[in-house]
């Protein structure tokens, strides 16, 4: 872990160095040694503040969606996980980021931890967590200290990652990891693909009741982009209503669902910044197995790959 934290500080470093790029977006400790933040480096000196960890979750393409800004004709190096890459390859399909104004490091990952199933062993504020291999250590602001196996808290869709290394990148540090064979697998949907079909409604009515309206899984979201004329904000024309009912809730998360469809690799971003903790990520997986079992399209795994509604074939299978 500590060599892949030193070859992403020096990647860094010669990149800013030689004017390659204008500023690296990395990982960095956030207030306290058990959170990791984005963080944006401007200068080769300041690399040593990058940080590699099961603690880097956040999808670092979702600052590059908006036109790549700060200042407009900016050259920006970023970090990408396997997951994040096919987020950054279905920008690139669609030609709305530049290839040419990107330093892409790609980072082969194991998995990262889902703070929330930390936090939740604890009653106290978590404020350290290390790792040591497979074994994980997180203590409180009390001194109250527990060991578990990492693989205990991976985040769920790490446990079905088809992708753990990067699709794409220009420059690939640390060890690769063993690819997935065969077909890919949509976990945790089996129970509610075995509902019928008003119990399938009455679970998403229930989930989406919860919904605030906050709009943070659309901000976190890296594929979702049409920040300026987005359907769900739109006040003339209002095509879906501001109210914070569970009909406009459920109508909020669907078009946003339907408005990432083929674009989306799982990547769970979404999920993670719910505050209330709907299960977003479960509701785009079943959304990518519908797309793969149809059409055989996976979001996000060929640069060179048409986006899926972008083609059509005589034997496509749209379902019954």
């Not at 892409?104 to 990262?112: F, K, L, Q, S």
Request: hydrophobic share 40%; aromatic share 8%.
């Amino acid at each position: 872990m500590s060599s892949t934290q030193d070859a992403i500080r020096e990647a860094a470093k010669n990149a800013l160095a030689s004017g390659r790029v204008d500023y690296f977006i990395g990982w960095t400790q956030g207030h306290t040694p058990s959170e990791a933040i984005p963080a944006f480096i401007r200068r080769p000196e300041e690399v040593d503040r990058l940080i590699w960890s099961p603690l880097c979750h956040h999808n670092l393409v979702t600052f590059l969606k908006r036109k790549m800004p700060d200042p407009p004709e900016s050259r920006i190096g970023v970090c990408v996980k396997g997951c994040d890459s096919r987020t950054l390859v279905a920008l690139l399909q669609e030609g709305l980021v530049d290839r040419e104004r990107l330093y892409v490091v790609g980072i082969p990952c194991a998995g990262v931890i889902d703070k929330r199933l930390v936090d939740a062993l604890f009653t106290d504020e978590v404020t350290e967590i290390d790792f040591e291999g497979d074994l994980v250590t997180a203590r409180t602001r009390m001194g109250e200290s527990k060991e578990f196996a990492l693989a205990d808290v991976l985040l769920d869709q790490c446990g079905g990652c088809y992708s753990p290394n990067p699709r794409y990148a220009d420059e690939l540090v640390g060890d690769t990891l063993p690819e997935s064979q065969g077909k890919p697998q949509f976990p945790g949907l089996e129970e509610f693909e075995a509902l019928d079909s008003a119990a399938k409604d009455a679970l998403l009515a229930e989930a989406f009741s919860t919904c605030i309206r906050c709009f943070a899984c659309i901000n976190v979201c890296p594929v979702c982009y049409c920040w300026d004329q987005c359907v769900n904000r739109s006040r003339r024309p209002a095509l879906v209503g501001q109210k914070v009912d569970t009909k406009e809730n459920t109508l909020f998360q669907m078009v946003h669902m339907f408005h990432v469809a083929g674009r989306c690799p799982s990547c769970g971003a979404c999920d993670r910044a719910c505050p209330v903790q709907i299960p977003l990520y479960l509701l785009h997986r079943k959304m990518n197995k519908e797309l793969y079992e149809m059409l055989g399209f996976m979001a996000g795994m060929d640069v060179d790959e048409k986006p899926v509604f972008q083609t059509f074939r005589i034997d496509d299978v749209l379902g019954e």
